[in-house]
């Protein structure tokens, strides 16, 4: 195939381990970021827009993952030539997928620009590589909810796809400070008690059945952790109680998105409660932050034009 020139996608958040699915199960959001990237006279340059503007120009074109992505898979791309636009919606480093949307964006658009020589399942591959974990960049690039494993007679991580039923809605808390993820993953420890391994694998089985099935009565079970989120929590506790707010209006379920510090809710209606109670939760609290209303996503990454 012939490379072309220039290309638009859009990639949608996700959310990693939605609950007791630690670095294997993951959820796209209907929250996207656009990328565009045409011919430039000038040399490169990117062009950062929307939501944690000021965070993404921060970062030196050494380690600005959308490039990285793209001579990855387009090791002959002169990028001097290019000229990358970068609209946000997702935020930097708030647990909704930054690095695996941009990881993964780059990537398509290498392979789209040298002539689409790759499949999907090798961007995948490639991606999770770059990350370290399956569980943002696997439904960030096929959407809907994803379980990842490691296959190793074939040397290959394999996933499976659920897509999501369109009565489940999800809100978000996005709080004004941000997390790293490599930060909080030290604080897990790498031994755990065998109870907590048999009450995070009954959950996963719960959740896997709540989200195929569209029967959500049991979701907040299914979400419960006994690995990471307890852990992952003593960085911002103020997050409990906007958790138990939530559930008290009514949510299905309510876990921390990632390794934070945003705060994942699902609803199947009382949404305007729900809202008003994180609202004043956060108000008590003295924390500062933003509410949104989105639903999963069972598209992954798409070319706009």
Request: with cysteine; proline share 4%.
């Amino acid at each position: 195939m012939i490379p072309k020139d220039e290309i638009t996608i859009k990639i949608p958040g996700s959310t990693g381990n939605v609950g007791p699915g630690f670095d294997c199960i993951g959820l796209a959001v209907n929250i996207f970021n656009k990328i565009s990237i045409k011919k430039s006279d000038k040399n490169f340059e990117i062009e950062n827009n929307g939501v944690s503007k000021e965070k993404y120009d921060e970062i030196p074109y050494e380690q600005n993952l959308i490039a990285k992505g793209i001579k990855l898979s387009y090791p002959e791309i002169d990028l001097d030539k290019y000229k990358i636009i970068n609209d946000n919606n997702i935020p930097y480093a708030g647990g909704l997928g930054s690095s695996a949307a941009s990881i993964s964006g780059g990537l398509f658009i290498g392979n789209y620009l040298s002539g689409s020589k790759l499949s999907s399942e090798d961007l995948m591959q490639m991606a999770i590589a770059i990350e370290g974990h399956p569980d943002n960049a696997t439904p960030c690039i096929f959407g809907g909810l994803t379980i990842s494993y490691y296959n190793d007679n074939k040397s290959r991580w394999m996933f499976k796809k659920i897509n999501i039923k369109n009565n489940l809605n999800i809100m978000t808390f996005v709080p004004n400070f941000t997390s790293e993820t490599n930060t909080s993953r030290k604080k897990i420890p790498q031994n755990i008690p065998l109870n907590n391994a048999i009450n995070n694998m009954s959950r996963v089985a719960l959740l896997i059945d709540s989200i195929s099935s569209g029967d959500y009565t049991f979701l907040n079970d299914a979400t419960q952790d006994y690995i990471h989120q307890n852990i992952r929590l003593e960085s911002f506790p103020k997050i409990k109680y906007l958790m138990a707010s939530a559930m008290e209006a009514g949510a299905l379920g309510a876990i921390l998105s990632g390794s934070g510090p945003t705060l994942m809710v699902f609803s199947e209606g009382k949404e305007f409660t729900i809202d008003y109670e994180l609202k004043e939760a956060a108000r008590k609290h003295n924390l500062d932050g933003k509410v949104t209303l989105t639903k999963a996503s069972n598209e992954g990454i798409q070319i706009v034009k």
